[in-house]
């Protein structure tokens, strides 16, 4: 349907218009797509349009592709399978009429399969039911996605500062082994591993204690806990791209997402932190002579055994790392906002080792309602 949203859209970003100067993205950028936003999340409206989709279309059709394959879950009911099912089938049409649109430039196209974070059983039903009706999901996705949050949720309602820092702290440590179960189904369909969103969030937004959550977020030791994040504990267990959300907005009981508050001010300590990940991890290929602000990265991280505890050089802005691995595809991104598109240079092979730091990408999210 070449009326349709998506291949207007995918129109735009290959031919731009008036307004580009009928310039498209540089041909050298790839894009990343995302179907939406946490169509798994029932507290959003796209969560119940597409749960409704799905149970119609069953109705009307019992025979629909969105009913092959069903096996009963204990966790999820049968109309949430199908919801699940058709959230995939979505993106892998939108990837498909994206790559017809860029025809020869297809590779450029990267469908991100993004999905609820503390359930890997849900990641892997979706994908095997790919399989089975469609093909290996990598011949439709290139990567798929999770959140990489951290938060203050073990802290009493009356910590201070310095245990609310600690708590976000020990967080980041604690997702480690759901990264590892979903970094494995990446591998088993050939997935590339990515955190379509992340960085320190609030576990409520209640009002209890809110100066010391808040007050906690400015503390010097969240530079060292985003760097380690980033650097020790994503990169290092396969994880690829990763976009930090979100580069700046006003800190409340609603949570204090941004690396800073405050786009005048770029010296906070969450701020510092991802500047030296970046620093610290993004290298570009070894044909590259020169570096460019809008490089694809690859990144190394420590595979040594990781510890949780804080270093108090942090305190002065100061944080050391020593890393030496194999890269993959990795990268560090912020989005500025949760519209938009995600892109950077086109990336080498998985595998690959490299050299020369290449400079700070910004990343937005090309979500689709529809």
Known sequence: DTTSYV????????????????KGLNSNLNIYIEHSNEVWNSGFKQYTWNYNQAVTEVGNNASS????????????????????????????????????????????????????????????ETLTWVSKVFGPPSNFFWGLAQTHYYDEGAASSHA?????????????????????????????????????????????????NIANRITANRAPLMQQIVYNDVVKNWFPYGGELYNYFSLSGGYSRYGCWGLTDNLQNLTTPKYLGIVQ????????SPSTTSTSSNQQSTTSGNNAATTSSLSSSSTSGSISSSS???????????????????????????????ASVSAFTLALFLLFAL
């Open 160 to 208: 201070t500062v310095d245990q609310i820092v600690s708590a976000l702290n020990a967080s980041s440590y604690s997702a480690l082994p759901n990264d590892k179960l979903i970094q494995q189904i990446a591998d088993f369909f050939g997935l590339h591993h990515t955190s379509y969103e992340g960085g320190s969030g609030f576990a409520s937004q209640s009002t209890t």
């Open 7 to 22: 291949y207007n859209l995918a129109l735009l970003l290959r031919d731009g218009n008036d307004f580009t100067n009928n």
């Open 65 to 124: 592709n969105l009913n092959q394959y069903y096996q009963s879950d204990a966790w999820v009911t049968k109309q949430g399978v199908w919801a699940m099912r058709l959230h995939a089938r979505r993106l892998i049409e939108i990837g498909q009429i994206f790559k017809s649109v860029f025809g020869s430039q297809a590779a450029r196209i990267k469908p991100i399969y993004a999905h609820f974070t503390i359930a890997p059983f849900m990641y892997n």
């Open 324 to 354: 030496t691995t194999t890269s993959n595809h990795q990268q560090i991104t912020t989005s500025a906002t949760t519209t938009g598109a995600t892109t950077s240079l086109p990336s080498s092979s998985k595998g690959t080792t490299s």
């Open 277 to 284: 990940a970046i620093q610290d991890t993004q290298i570009s």
